[in-house]
């Protein structure tokens, strides 16, 4: 009789289907995070769990990145907590002091954030603070906080060095944690040497913006591909022609409406070259405020342009690189259609997809076409161990991938 039980019980186990066999991933995930903060080694540490490596549903996946979203946040609420009460980031030897003030009634999806870069550059510290004093007086939005930040040098190139991007990720961080502010309502927008920041900045950190604003700026030899997927708007005095800068802002926005005719869905802009104006525009650009504020981030779109600048990134939408091989000017056009993926340009020869089904189903295996015209059926599988990865490189809430697809790129014959 016990070994007709034995028997029994072992024909039920191996004819049980595999999902039965594993503990609920989500309920280890959260006796998991229970356990501790989750700080970056945890982070680091959960990608190794077994069940982290276990297939999620569409739903389960949802759900664990609230779960991921709120052990991280409140983390970062502890570990940054000082940061925040001393307005400064610090960076290596670096520090950044900022100064915010909120506008209006917040709304229930979070508050808009205008990150507002002030002008100077190349001079003595005093003329940089008074730069920065001045710039917290210059916009209002109707909702939303108004942060300025103080730059952490004060050489020419003050907000396009590689530096910016790190304390920018940091501080649109911080102000999601600690103020509310919605991760799809992010806007960056500068006055002269500040201008050009948003110049370089915007097309290198599109995918955590939603709309951008220059004002009285030189771009250098920043280029607008990355712009796809966000508003960009120029505010230049007509007479401003010190550095050529009224010529190239006209110049940008035709290449912007060159970019846009081929691309009807994207490069959503507008240029405005003030008449009568020189390099202080009276505050008649106030204007791009409202303006910007009328965009939505799209963390997972369609269409993804990426021309990689000199500051590199190892990411951009759902591109992924390895940075030790990033190269200056590489370029990648993708786009999802008819749930297909369509890798159209792409000058490296591998890249990494980072899926979720805000971008497409990934409950059917995902076909990609590649450069070539060759096409692949590939298997995906949503896991925790992908998540954690993508929250640790990223402390984005709307822009955690549950998937991911490593690519070799054939050359085009």
Partial sequence: ?????????????????CSTLHADPLKSLEQWLSAAPLSNERLSDLASQNFAAEPLSADQAAAAAEHLWRARRD????????????????????????????????????????????????APPAVNDQQYENQKRLYQPAEGIYLVPRAATNSWDLWHQGHIDQFFDRLITDMIVFENVNPNQVFIMGYSAGGDGVYQLAPRMADRLAAAAMMAGHPNEARPEGLRNIGFTIHMGAQDSAYGRNSVAADWGRRLKTLQD?????????????????????LEDKVAVPWMSEFTRQPWPARVVWVQDDVLHKRFYWLQVDPGTARAGDQIIAEVQAEKIRIIECSRTDITLLLSDRLLPLDNPVTVEMPDGTSHVLPVQRKLS?????????????????????LAIPAKP
């Fill in 1 to 17: 009789m016990l070994r007709s039980v034995k028997y029994t019980l072992l024909t039920l186990l191996f004819t049980l289907p």
């Fill in 75 to 122: 983390f970062l609420k502890t570990e940054r907590q000082a940061e925040f009460d001393n307005r400064q980031l610090v960076i290596g030897d670096l520090k950044m002091p900022f100064w915010y003030r909120a506008f209006g009634d917040p709304p229930a999806s979070g508050r808009r954030l205008f990150i507002s870069m002030h002008g100077g550059g190349g």
């Fill in 262 to 282: 081929a691309d009807p869905k994207g490069y959503v802009h507008s240029v405005t070259l003030h008449e009568g104006k020189g390099h202080w525009m009276n």
């Fill in 386 to 406: 992908v998540m954690a990865a993508s929250l640790l490189e990223r402390n984005d809430p709307a822009g955690i991938a549950s998937a991911s697809l490593s």
